[in-house]
Structures are given as structure tokens and as C-alpha cells.
């Protein structure tokens, strides 16, 4: 009878959430134990060549040889970055300023194009579109010959525009798709009734679209200042007065130079210092990085 009344008090149609069985949880959990393990352990290779780099350089040069992988255990020497300072405080400053120089021109000239990529009609648009995204494929060192004659003729050597003006143009193609995917995503009401209200092209641009692509201007810059930052074989060829001489470059010789290589520890205090500016950059616009990139990923 408690059966029977049970059954004829329930909603017609409505039946009871049971709840999931613990033994399918516990399943699901032991699968992701190997997947975790292989994300941790491509995370420490990843991470590993900069702790031994941090550390290292922290260490005293006996240290160094009877204790490579462990921190600091006899006292911690932060005069070997006072030492290498004055040596690779040049060439970090210039590729600072190079990376700085060519992430704002491109933004300043790429952010036009794609709006105009986006909402307006002229003809060949699409083709021109190819055209930049083939360059994308093509390898650097197929142009290496013909841009240095050009950067010769110009007149440009061994000053930053040799290398600010060619990174410029070896983003164009991924900048531009990745800012047009970004401005596809807004809405074409939001343009046409800023249109509508008299604004002129560059104000809707200027105060409508970038505040709202916030995330895809960081991502632009903080690929284009990663991928400045590590030129090597360029900025080795076009820059060969020791004053204008990048971090990259220089990097090369620090092993080479008695000062800096006569001990490990002060050998990758000069990598860590040189390359401080970019470890700085990328942590502060990681959040965004990551946000953005995932963001274009989706819309595009």
C-alpha cells in the first residue's frame, strides 16, 4: 500500500534524478591521471632550461660544477648580475627599442587595413587578402638576398630601421588575419550607426572598433614582439657595429668574451638580463595573450 500511494502522488510523466555512479567518477578521474602526468611533464621540460638558468646564475662558479640543478646552497651571488650589466645593457636596449618601434607601426598601419578588409568593398579586396596571407608561407631566407640589397641601396645599415622596417613587413600577413577575424566579430550595425550619427571612417575606428578589440591589438603585439625579439641571422648581417648590436646577437657572444665566460654563473646572468625585457612583457600581457588568441580562434 505505501507503494501504491507513493506512485499515485508523483507528477504523471516526472521521473526521479538518480545520482551518478561513484564508480563511473572515480573512472573518469583514474582516466585523467595520464593525461595530467603528460601535461606535467611536457610543462617541467618546457620549464626546466629557465629554472636552470635562474638558479645557475645565482650560484658561485665552484657551485656551479658540484651543484648543477639544485638551487643555491652555499649563499645566493646576485653580484654576477651587477657584473654582466654594463655588458648587455646596450644590446638589450636595443632590441627594446626595436621591438617597441616595430609593434607600434604595425599596429598603426595594420589596424586601417583590416578595417578596411572588413567593412568595405573595393575591388581585388579578396585577392589582396591572399596575397597577404600567402606571404605567411613563404620562408625568410628566400627573401634574405634580395631584402638586404634593398636595405643596402636604402642606406639603412647598421641603424634599427634595417631590422624594424623588414619585421613590419614580415607581419603583415598575420596580423592582418588575425585583426580582420577580431573585426568580422563585431556587429556591422554597431559601424553603420556610428556612420549614420556623421562619424568620419577614422573616428569609428579610433574610438568604436580598437576598444573593443582590445584583446586581438595585444595579441598582434605580443606576437610580433616575440617573434622581433628572437631575430637572429637578420640583425646579424644588417647591424654590425658593435653599439647597435641586439640581445640576440649579442647573446653569442658573451661565450666568446673572456669577461663574461670565465665563469658559468656570470654566463647566464648576461642570457638572463638580455633577455629580461621580453620575460617582462610576456608576463605582464599574458592574461591577455592567452584571452585574445583563444577569442580569435573561436570567431575566426
Not at 82 to 108: C, D, F, H, K, M
Not at 249 to 278: C, D, E, G, K, Q
Request: some cysteine; glycine content about 4%.
Amino acid at each position: 500500500m505505501a507503494e501504491t500511494a507513493l506512485i499515485v502522488t508523483e507528477k504523471p510523466g516526472r521521473r526521479r534524478r538518480r545520482p551518478a555512479p561513484t564508480t563511473a567518477r572515480r573512472g573518469d578521474r583514474k582516466g585523467n591521471i595520464p593525461r595530467v602526468l603528460i601535461v606535467a611533464f611536457l610543462l617541467v621540460l618546457t620549464l626546466f632550461p629557465l629554472y636552470y638558468l635562474v638558479v645557475t646564475s645565482l650560484k658561485s662558479s665552484g657551485e656551479s660544477k658540484t651543484n648543477m640543478f639544485l638551487p643555491p646552497l652555499r649563499g645566493v651571488h646576485f653580484e654576477n648580475w651587477l657584473r654582466v650589466v654594463p655588458e648587455v645593457a646596450q644590446p638589450a636596449w636595443n632590441s627594446t627599442v626595436i621591438v617597441v618601434g616595430a609593434v607600434v607601426i604595425l599596429l598603426a598601419i595594420m589596424a586601417p587595413c583590416a578595417y578596411a578588409f572588413t567593412w568595405h568593398r573595393f575591388p581585388g579586396k579578396e585577392r589582396l587578402f591572399t596575397v597577404a596571407i600567402v606571404t605567411m608561407m613563404l620562408p625568410s631566407i628566400l627573401t634574405l638576398v634580395p631584402q638586404f640589397i634593398l636595405v643596402k641601396n636604402l642606406g639603412l645599415l647598421n641603424s634599427k630601421w634595417a631590422v624594424i622596417l623588414p619585421c613590419v613587413a614580415a607581419s603583415v600577413g598575420l596580423s592582418l588575419y588575425l585583426l580582420r577575424a577580431f573585426f568580422s566579430a563585431l556587429p556591422e550595425d554597431l559601424v553603420e550607426a556610428a556612420r549614420m550619427d556623421g562619424a568620419s571612417e577614422m573616428r569609428i575606428l579610433v574610438q568604436v572598433i580598437l576598444p573593443l578589440t582590445g584583446p586581438a591589438l595585444i595579441t598582434v603585439a605580443v606576437l610580433t614582439a616575440a617573434a622581433v625579439w628572437n631575430q637572429y641571422l637578420w640583425p646579424l648581417i644588417t647591424l654590425t657595429d658593435p653599439a647597435e648590436r641586439v640581445a640576440s646577437v649579442a647573446a653569442t657572444f658573451f661565450a666568446s668574451n673572456p669577461y663574461t665566460a670565465s665563469s658559468v654563473p656570470v654566463l647566464m646572468s648576461a642570457y638572463l638580463i638580455s633577455s629580461l625585457p621580453l620575460l617582462i612583457i610576456m608576463g605582464v600581457l599574458l592574461k591577455y595573450f592567452m584571452s585574445g588568441a583563444t577569442q580569435g580562434a573561436l570567431k575566426g
